[in-house]
């Protein structure tokens, strides 16, 4: 099932008209446009099964929440899906997003535990030509361009500063995606295209899953 321009159309609205009175007005739209992304996420989750072994897709509700947030805002102007890796040895998820002019296939490492955060570090520390190689490939330059995600000023705590890796080290993140417009997610082919972005992603996320689940001998965890 493709992305469909009521959907778009619906996001477009909501985020104009932000209150809930409104939502309640338009009660069918948002139905008819949770339902349509249903099927979408059916859609890749069934080609990205033939490429990885997923435990399933999680389509994140609308609603906001607020308690902590200074923005009141009751409903995101987005969609989100998140598909889950099977299995301990794969690390690394897949995400889907669709918002009007900023829809973006994304994955990566959002908030590496402490314990997988040094154990990356300790990697960039002691080699960073497998990772260098990878992000320099054209496959991944041409879908993602660059390594992305927050990142320290400066050397953590106990990493020289004049480490080789230091631009790697001092990341806290390891975040990848790629943007896609109104016109791409619109097309009948979106989805096959959502999966061929997550496939480029998996020499990345098979060389961190390698690094986290074995020591810093290369042994098996």
Known sequence: MPVLPTTLKFLKDLERN????WFLAHKAQYENATE???????EVLSGLN????????KLFRIYRDVRFSKDKAPYKNHYGIHFVRA???????????IQPGESFVG????SPSPEDLKRIRDEFAYDTSPIRKILASKS???NFGKLEGDE???APSGYERDNPGIDLIRKKQFLISRKFKDKEVLDPGFHKEVVK???AMRPFFDYMSEVLTTNTDGEKK
């Open 18 to 21: 932000n209150n809930r009175d």
């Open 50 to 57: 033939k490429k990885d072994v997923i435990e399933g897709g």
């Open 197 to 199: 972005t997550f496939e």
């Open 140 to 142: 991944f330059i041409s």
């Open 152 to 154: 320290l000023k400066t």
């Open 36 to 42: 349509n992304m249903k099927g979408v996420l059916n």
């Open 87 to 97: 299995g301990k040895e794969k690390r690394g998820g897949y995400y889907l997003q």
């Open 107 to 110: 994955g990566g490492f959002w």
